[in-house]
């Protein structure tokens, strides 16, 4: 029974307690610092999957501008040739309202000449 008794002395003295409060706290700040390293490493890697998104992101968006630019470019040579060809149509149309004006005088002078 004197090991029992030993025992329960260790047990009830405040040093054991003291040991055993140094040892939970030292194994706690352990625990803090692998969940703290942990969450660093983990913030890191994100960190650079978004900067890696970015950066894809902004080629997308360089293609992208060049295509649009590209597409903007033939809209305008397609803009100027109808703008060209209108035009002519209206240089036609001139042409042939000032032919017709002409063949109505010619018509309504020949009428005249008719009729006297």
């Known amino acids: 029974m004197p090991d029992v008794k030993t025992a329960q002395q260790i047990a009830e003295s405040q040093y054991a307690f003291g040991i055993l409060f140094v040892v939970l706290f030292l194994v706690s700040i352990t625990a803090v610092a692998f969940i703290f390293k942990d969450l660093k490493r983990e913030n890191k890697e994100r960190e650079q999957e978004l900067k890696d998104l970015i950066a894809e992101q902004k080629q997308e968006s360089k293609e992208r501008e060049a295509k649009l ?48």
């Not at 017709?100 to 005249?112: F, G, N, P, S």
């Open 69 to 116: 630019m590209a597409h903007l470019e033939r809209t305008n040579e397609s803009y100027e040739r109808t703008s060209e060809t209108l035009e002519k149509i209206q240089h036609g149309l001139a042409t042939l309202e000032a032919n017709v004006k002409d063949v109505w005088v010619e018509i309504k002078y020949l009428k005249r000449g008719t009729e006297q």
